[in-house]
């Protein structure tokens, strides 16, 4: 591993202004090689309501104008590009993603930022006018957005830095104050944003506690966030099971669940095979196939079954698989034993139901310990594990179909509805997915994991709630207030 600052990785966390420690400690550790790059503290259950009470403190105090907070959110972008390569070192040695795709992280969270920071001045309200309905004079009503209070960000390992980002951006812009709870295997990325932040903080007149961090298990923590009153929203990714739990224990709290996937990329005879497949595997091998939105099974028109496979197979045999902090890796490790077991399990599950190996079906050994080949699998039928199961590996299950009712059929076989994609040059076929299509977004001529940070996106289904995307992020961080003014009482 060439990681030269794990020296400096013993993290704490951030309340109310402080880093603190905690009695219990756990081990961050490289998924390619198994070695520790660093440690955080594990937060008990009275650090975790300190940090929701010093963030309640900090958002009935805090006098932050809306361009106070696109000066705080934009001075934390300026502190992270500062920091982008060290960053981005971080993200590779504790998620085990390529450094190419680590950098790109980065450098979506400062956009993110900034995009943040810009929303912060356009919390928009309208003009509601009352002689609209019978009966009613031309008074003066309208509506003005305001700020929730606080905010609880919980984050996977997939995208540590960046699903951060996308949840205290919003938060902070709208107004809120923020506890952060990144995933436990992945949390040294984004204590390095929370730095960013409270540089910030200091130079402006934010009052400390309006960011807070804490690291530790997901029941602690998320207990925690569940029964204090003042926890006003909790935005979460992650898995569909745990936002269950969450959607269930939450009471009044407003929700942002953006949960599993298993979604499909259409790809029609009339289109570029060879470039759709291109897409394709990139869409289903990125960051080792564990991304919410990846393809996870590919439908395809029989006619160009053939082709398509051909082109698939080249795709991901053009891959470089290898050490992750190497320029020319494409795919490394995957992050942890029992994600890279359940991928195993799925994909032998579904070969033994009859699936065919078109390349790839090697893992573990000399490839490394938690690396999967990509691989693609022919002659899959809707009730392989393969096709109704969410993968998050580098699985490319191909399904072929005759017609485009069956496409589409095929489309929304499944308890998710996250995202998917079409290749096709036909407009009424683009057409019919975009409106028949059950998910919360379909791209066309791209595959399913197609995300602009600045787009809304969430899913339907057992895929989750809400929308992310910095507009639509304020909108759930922030509530409407009617204002209403009507002819006074005078003497005269």
């Known amino acids: ?77 300026d502190h992270l590009e500062e920091r982008a390569v060290n960053v981005a070192q971080v993200i590779t040695g504790e998620q085990g993603k390529p450094i190419t795709e680590a950098r790109t992280e980065v450098d979506r969270a400062i956009q993110t930022l ?12 309208e003009y509601v006018p009352m002689d609209a309905q019978k009966g009613f004079a031309r008074d003066h009503c309208f509506t003005q957005r ?64 309006l960011v807070n961090v804490v690291t530790g298990s997901g029941r602690t923590v998320g207990d925690e966030i569940l029964a204090h009153d003042v926890v006003e929203a909790i935005s ?56 919410c939105n990846s393809v996870e099974r590919v439908i395809v028109h029989e006619s160009v079954e053939d082709e398509l496979i051909e082109a698939l197979v080249k795709a991901c045999q053009d891959l470089t698989i290898g050490d992750p902090f190497d320029e020319t890796t494409q795919l490394a490790a995957m992050i942890n034993r029992g994600q890279f077991d359940g991928v195993v399990e799925i994909y032998e599950e579904t070969v ?8 790839g079906g090697n893992y573990g050994g000399e490839l490394g310990e938690w690396v999967f080949e990509p691989t693609v ?24 179909v005759g017609s485009f009712d069956e496409a589409i059929a095929e489309a929304n076989n499944t308890n998710y509805g996250l995202e998917a994609g079409l290749f096709t040059q036909d407009i009424d076929r683009a057409r019919r997915a975009a409106n028949e299509i059950d998910a919360g977004g379909v791209n066309i001529n791209t595959a399913s994991g197609f995300r602009a940070d600045h787009m809304p996106y ?20 922030s509530r409407a207030k009617l204002v209403g003014f009507h002819q006074g009482f005078t003497d005269a």
């Open 114 to 125: 900034r995009l943040s920071g810009e929303q912060a001045k356009r919390m928009f309200g």
């Open 352 to 359: 033994a139901q009859g699936a065919t190996v078109e390349c």
């Open 458 to 477: 969430g899913g339907f289904k057992d895929s989750g709630v809400g929308k992310e995307g910095i507009k639509y992020a304020v909108e759930h961080f």
């Open 236 to 291: 979460f990714t992650g898995s569909t099971a745990v936002g269950k739990y969450l959607a269930e224990n939450s009471g009044m709290k407003e929700l942002t669940l953006e949960l599993g996937g298993n979604d499909p990329t259409i790809v029609w005879h009339d289109t570029d095979v060879e470039a759709a497949a291109q897409q394709v595997v990139g869409g289903a091998c990125a960051n080792a196939g564990q991304v």
């Open 146 to 209: 305001e700020p929730l209070g606080v905010v609880a960000a919980i984050t996977p390992f997939n995208f540590p830095l960046n699903l951060m980002v996308h949840k205290v951006g919003p938060a902070i812009a709208a107004g809120n104050a923020v506890v952060g709870k990144p995933a436990t295997n992945t949390p040294l990325s984004a204590i390095l944003l929370f730095e960013c932040l409270q540089e910030a903080i200091e130079d402006s007149p934010a009052p400390d506690g």
């Open 1 to 77: 591993m060439s990681l030269d600052v794990a020296s400096s990785l013993d993290k704490q966390m951030l309340i109310a202004g402080e880093w603190v420690d905690s009695e219990d400690r756990r081990d961050v550790i490289h998924p390619y090689d198994g070695e520790r790059i660093g440690s955080i503290p594990m937060a008990d259950a009275e650090q975790v309501r300190t940090a929701i009470d010093a963030a309640q403190s900090a958002f009935e105090s805090s006098p932050l104008s809306a361009y106070q907070r696109y000066k705080l959110l934009t001075d934390t972008a």
């Open 377 to 400: 699998l022919s002659g899959i039928t809707p009730e392989m594990p393969a096709a109704k199961e969410e993968t998050f590996g580098p699985l490319v299950p191909v399904i072929s």
